[in-house]
């Protein structure tokens, strides 16, 4: 395990520092492989700052944001289905499902993917979009027309796939959908690697990055 991740799971014997942010109850977890692991997609400097600074400021703002409320003593996701569409709890939502959503964005990927979903998951997309290429050009096209900052989601709907897109931190748990993969859409995800070209870093993520097996695990019913 890279020893900077790991270090943000060991508690310190240190004091803290006046500033630092709330042990807990939320945590960061380690990035599931090496910060160079996805490169050349996606470059280890991307992943140190995507990781170390977005990832973990949505969970030290979420910290801060629970302490002394009934939300500290919740799961991430009650958190988010909690506080989702109430305007006073606005801020407690966003930072909860950029938590949510980037915990489940690095579960989406893995280096050496295999190119082929298992039989069980390519069933249901054959049954839903035709054809695995067809899947890829939907999320393809749904990523480049993303307005402004953003996920794309492979979202299981009943007895169907579906590509849905959700601006800032919109997450498909709010709307009864269940996820089975994600990409971020941000610009943070992939300015530094490929500026403004954001089909290129979905291209190469559809391309050799999407962890098949984890969508698969994510489906409720198995297609008979
Ligand atoms: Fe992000």
């Known amino acids: 395990m890279n020893s ?25 977890a380690p990035l599931p492989y090496p910060e160079d692991a996805l490169e050349p997609v996606i470059s280890a400097r991307t992943l140190q700052l995507h990781h170390g600074k977005h990832h973990r400021g949505y969970v030290d703002t979420l910290n801060k944001l629970v302490a002394d409320t009934p939300f500290a003593a919740m799961s991430l996701e009650q958190v988010v289905l909690a506080t989702a ?15 949510w959503n980037h915990g489940f964005y690095w579960q989406s990927m893995k280096p050496k993917a ?71 859409v941000w610009e943070h995800a992939y300015y530094l690697d490929v500026q403004n070209r954001r089909a290129e870093y979905v291209s190469g993520i559809l391309g050799s990055l999407l962890d098949w097996n984890f969508a698969s695990g994510n489906l409720q019913h198995p297609r008979i």
């Open 85 to 99: 569409g109430q305007p006073k709890h606005a801020d407690v939502f966003h930072n909860a499902a950029q938590a």
């Open 114 to 184: 295999d190119a082929a979903p298992p039989q069980k998951l390519e069933s249901w997309i054959i049954a839903s979009f035709g054809s695995v290429k067809a899947l890829k050009e939907e999320l393809a096209a749904a990523a480049t027309s993303e307005f402004g900052s953003g996920w794309i989601w492979l979202v299981q709907d009943g007895d169907r796939l579906r590509v849905l897109k959700t601006d800032n931190a919109g997450n498909p748990l709010t709307m009864a959908l269940r996820p089975l993969l994600t990409i971020d």
């Open 4 to 28: 900077q991740f790991q270090s943000a799971i060991v508690p310190s014997r240190a004091p803290p520092a006046a500033t630092a942010a709330p042990a807990g109850p939320f945590l960061l």
